[in-house]
């Protein structure tokens, strides 16, 4: 089962401000001491892309290929179907924590 959730202002906000993996996966159920697997996770790729770009808007390119590789080896798979500012979640402990903590960010819900 999979479910969509639009992601609250304050996740958008984090991650173009300190661009922080951690930090997203952490605020939306990820303990760091559990295996991550970032192919239960999707957005949309215009929309990463988005985040990127304005994460290193003034940043020197050095820093910003570091970035982008980071985002590449362990940021979200790409869903062209994800709507923007949403993330899809196929892993059933993040959904839970996502609606337990989040209950009106729920928006699809698919098998």
């Not at 239960?40 to 994460?55: Q, T, W």
């Not at 910003?64 to 790409?78: D, E």
Request: aromatic share 14%; net charge positive.
């Amino acid at each position: 089962m999979m479910k969509t959730f639009k992601l609250p202002r304050h996740f958008r906000r984090a991650l173009t401000r300190k661009g922080d993996l951690i930090e997203f996966y952490k605020s939306i159920g990820w303990n760091e001491g559990e295996v991550l697997d970032p192919s239960k996770i999707e957005m949309n790729p215009d929309y990463v892309a988005n985040i990127i770009n304005k994460f290193c808007y003034n940043k020197v390119p050095e820093e910003y290929n570091k970035y982008l590789a980071l985002w590449l080896q362990y940021g979200p798979r790409s869903n062209t179907k994800v709507p923007a500012k949403c993330v899809r979640l196929h892993d059933e402990k993040m959904c839970r924590y996502m609606q337990d903590n989040y209950p009106g960010y729920l928006k699809s819900t698919e098998q």
